[in-house]
Every structure is written in C-alpha cells, then in structure tokens.
C-alpha cells in the first residue's frame, strides 16, 4: 500500500498512521549508511586490488627486464661463440681440404709405387720357383762333387713340399720329374761316407806305431819253478842250463818267413802304405768304387805280409780294411737335369712374351 494513498481513502483521522511515519524516516539513513560502509569497502578493496596488480605488475616488468637482459647477454654470447665456431670451422675446412690434397698425392703415390712393384718384382709363385731351381741346383752340386745322396734326396723333398703347398695344376710335370729322381735316389745304396773316413783316419794314424812282422818277439818258456829245499849248486847248474837253452830256439810255423826290412825301407813302407789308404780316402770321395777297392785290398796285403798279424793293434786295422773292401758303393749317381729342365721349361711359359723375347734369341 503506497503512503500518499492513505488520506484520501480514510479521511477521519486515526492513531494507526500517525504513529507508523516516524520509523520509516530512521530506517533510511540507516540503509545510506550501510551503502556507504559497502562502498567505502568496496573502493578500498578495489584500491588494494590495484595496489598488488600494480605491484604484480612491477615486478613482473622488473622479471622481465631481468631476463630481457640475460637473453640479450646470452645471444650476445652465443653470437662471439658462434663467431668463434665459423673461424674453426674455416679453419678445420681449410686443414680438411688440404689433408684430402695430401691424400689424394699419397694415394697417386701408393698407385704408382704398386704398379712399379708389380713390374719389377716378382709374383710370389715365380719366387717359389727360383727358390725350387737353387735347390735343385745345390742338390745337383751335391751329388756331382760330394756325392752326398740323402742331401740330394732331403733337397728334392723340400722342393717338392714347396710345389705341393702352392697347389697349381700346371706343376704337374715338374713335380712328376722329381718324384722320379727321388725314386732313383732311393734307389741308390747307402754308403758311410763319414764313418769310413774315420776308419780311414785311424788307420792312418797307427800307422807309425805297428810292430813290423820281422821284429816279431816269441813269448818266453813258462819256467819251472825249483823244487823246495833245493841245493845251491844244484840250483845254479839249473840257472846255467837254461841260459844255454834261450840262446837257440826251434819253432815251427805254417806262416811264410817274414821278409827282412831294413829301417829305410821300413819308413818308405809305412809312407807308402799312409799314401795308399789316402788315395782309398779320395776314391771314397769321388765315388771311385774300382779305385777304393784296389787300394783297400793293397794296404791290406801290405799289413798282412809286413807287420806282426799277433798283436792286437794289426789285427783291428786288418779287420777294418776287410771289412771296407766289402762295402757296396753305387757305380753312378742319378742325375737331377730332367727336373732342372721341366722347371726351367715351366718358367719360361711363365714369362710374358717381351720377357721371353730375349730367351729365344
């Protein structure tokens, strides 16, 4: 119900209105109060609010002024890095450039020195077969000079070994060729070539020390031994009698009379003798089998009819010098030039033709 209505719809007074106009005038300033308290709270409260945005937003500025400079600083960094980064790297390109330049002159270098190589050095199968054709050779000389037969053989064995290892087909031949000079020098009678110079030398070395056959000395009579409480006289009789018998003594013998040699004739025997098992020692040497025989035989005979057969140091040198004159020896020695000549055939159809070129002329 609105006031100004009152008075015209109830004009006879009454108590009711009067007395409920005052309180409505108190309640008003009352509320303006309230309104005022809340705007004076709500402008102090918008004023701290932009008070701490202010201060927010200071700080905020202040942070990031801070870390403008700092990235300012750290690009300005990165920058003298990055500078100093693009002069090493020119200059590790400019080192890079110039070790590929020293590179590729080394490389050059290495091809060229590799081609040389490969014209003038041999291959490693043409160094095998050079090192087969010196052994060939050398064992070839062994048997031509010394007649060394298991050195030959070992020689022929290695250089097979060597063929054997290399695996190439066309050594077929070569290695048939030594397989059969092997054969052969196995084939080839075994002879101590070293143990029968050494008889040889000690032969020879007695020599001067054997007793000549005509200085033989005949072992004296077993003498008796006297009777126990024998009488002087009787004893000395005894003593005389065989004084008389020593000096006449009667043997008999089936030996032929030792031949009588005076001393100058002793020393030439012994000389000649020491020249005839010397000459034996070559003919060894030489694989001279007639030779050998014939002066083994002779020496022998010699000792046999000159100096004394009972002592011991004769008989040993006669029994060494039979014992030489039946040693086997080979009438020839094979001969390796048909394994020299397949291996030298082989080489040369190795060769390239301007290398063969000047063998053929």
Not at 10 to 25: F, I, K, L, Q
């Amino acid at each position: 119900m609105n006031a100004g209505d009152s008075p015209s719809s109830s004009p006879s007074p009454s108590a009711g209105p009067a007395s409920a106009s005052p309180p409505r005038a108190n309640t008003r300033p009352a509320s303006r109060a309230t309104v005022a308290v809340v705007a004076l709270v709500l402008v102090a409260l918008g004023v701290l609010v932009w008070v701490d945005a202010r201060r927010e937003g200071q700080a905020l500025r202040t942070e990031v002024a801070q870390r403008l400079s700092a990235t300012d600083a750290a690009l300005a960094q990165a920058k003298t890095t990055e500078s100093d980064l693009s002069n090493q790297l020119r200059d590790a390109q400019a080192k890079v450039a110039l070790l590929e330049a020293r590179l590729a002159e080394s490389q050059s270098q290495q091809a060229a020195l590799e081609t040389l190589y490969r014209e003038l050095a041999p291959s490693r199968d043409e160094l095998a077969l050079t090192e087969v054709e010196q052994v060939l050779v050398l064992a070839s000389q062994q048997l031509a000079l010394a007649g060394n037969v298991q050195a030959a053989l070992a020689a022929l064995q290695l250089a097979d070994g060597k063929l054997a290892r290399m695996e190439r087909p066309q050594l077929a031949p070569l290695r048939r060729s030594l397989a059969r000079d092997m054969d052969e020098l196995k084939a080839v009678p075994f002879v101590d070539v070293s143990g029968i110079s050494a008889k040889l030398d000690q032969a020879i070395a007695v020599i001067d020390n054997l007793p000549l056959a005509k200085d033989e000395r005949l072992p004296p009579p077993p003498s008796e031994a006297p009777p126990a409480n024998e009488p002087s006289w009787l004893r000395f009789f005894r003593d005389v009698w065989a004084d008389v018998k020593s000096l006449v003594r009667i043997e008999v013998s089936d030996r032929p009379a030792a031949p009588l040699v005076s001393p100058p004739e002793a020393y030439f025997l012994r000389e000649n003798l020491r020249l005839r098992l010397l000459a034996a020692r070559l003919a060894l040497l030489a694989r001279d089998d007639k030779s050998f025989r014939t002066d083994i035989n002779a020496s022998n005979a010699w000792v046999k009819r000159y100096f004394d057969t009972r002592t011991k140091a004769v008989q040993v040198i006669s029994s060494n010098l039979t014992q030489l004159a039946a040693t086997q020896m080979p009438s020839s020695m094979p001969d390796l030039s048909r394994s020299l000549e397949a291996l030298r055939t082989l080489r040369i159809a190795r060769e390239p033709p301007d290398r063969a070129q000047p063998r053929v002329k």
